[in-house]
C-alpha cells in the first residue's frame, strides 16, 4: 500500500504502474457514427457516416486529445462568452456550438471522415456525396 490513508491514491498508484505504455505502445481512439433517416418527402433515405481514428503519440495519447480537447474546447466558447444567448445545460446540436467546436477540434487533429449515402426510393439508385 504506497499511501495507508487513501485507498484511493493506492489504487491509482497500482493503476499507474501496471497500465503503463511500453516504449513501443500507444493507444488508438476508433468512432464510428451510422445514422439513417427517411423522410417524408417521397421515401427518400439517407445514411450518414463518419468516423475517427486517431492515436497516441509520445507526449500525449489518443484518449487524452479526444477527452481532454473537447472539453477545452467547450470551456473556452463558455468563457469567452460566446455562448451568453445560451442557458442551461447545452448539448452540441444547434450550429453555433458544434461548428466552433468542430473548426477548433481539427485545428488540433481531431478530424472525422464523413460520407452521405441518399437513396431515393423512386429510382432505387444509390448516389455517394463525400462531405
Known sequence: VSDPLSVAQSF???LEAKLRFEDNE?????MHHNIEATFD?????ETHLSSLQLYGDDKMT?????????AA?????????KL?????IL??????????CLDALEKEGLVFAEEVMIENSDTNDDVEIFV
Do not use: F, W
Request: include cysteine.
Open 41 to 45: 418527402d417521397g421515401g427518400r433515405k
Open 12 to 14: 491509482c498508484h497500482q
Open 91 to 100: 448539448i452540441p446540436t444547434s450550429k453555433d456550438i458544434y461548428n466552433p
Open 73 to 81: 474546447v467547450g470551456a473556452d466558447l463558455l468563457l469567452s462568452g
Open 62 to 70: 489518443a484518449m487524452c486529445k479526444t477527452v481532454g480537447y473537447t
Open 26 to 30: 500507444r493507444d488508438m481512439v476508433l
Open 84 to 88: 451568453e444567448h445560451q442557458k442551461g
